[in-house]
């Protein structure tokens, strides 16, 4: 069974950067597409960014476009979220996710969560000055 395991998660101010990782364990992850969500307080969960298994297509949410970057190493077994001039708003519970390539693009899929058979515990990010 795939598993996923988050990191990079902390506090940073605002205009600052932070890069989150995730690492897959247990298979290989070149099968798989990758996402990225959040969730904030209060609100339901939030596609940020996708990435397709061979890395040739990316998408992103209009909020984090042109600041957020998503990228993945399959012969690393990683994939990450570069986060750069960071805003209070993006405060949340930042999760990876898997799911299979073969169910539909990035772009269709980060619309919704029901696609994506395996998350990531979660790791917090905090935007504060």
């Known amino acids: 069974q795939l598993q996923l395991v988050e990191s990079g998660g902390g506090l940073v101010q605002p205009g600052g950067s932070l890069r989150l990782s995730c690492a897959a364990v247990g298979v290989t992850l070149d099968l798989y597409t990758i996402a990225w969500f959040r969730q904030a307080p209060g609100k339901e969960r939030e596609g940020v960014s996708c990435?397709?298994?061979?890395?040739?297509?990316?998408n992103y949410a209009d909020s984090v476009l042109g600041r957020f970057t998503i990228s993945r190493d399959n012969a690393k077994k990683m994939a990450y979220l570069q986060m750069n001039g960071l805003k209070p708003e993006d405060t949340a519970v930042y999760y990876c996710a898997a799911g299979s390539a073969a169910l539909g693009t990035c772009r269709s899929r980060l619309s919704t969560t029901s696609s994506w058979s395996i998350w990531g515990q979660g790791t917090q990010v905090t935007v504060s000055s």
């Open positions: 990435i397709s298994s061979s890395s040739g297509s990316r």
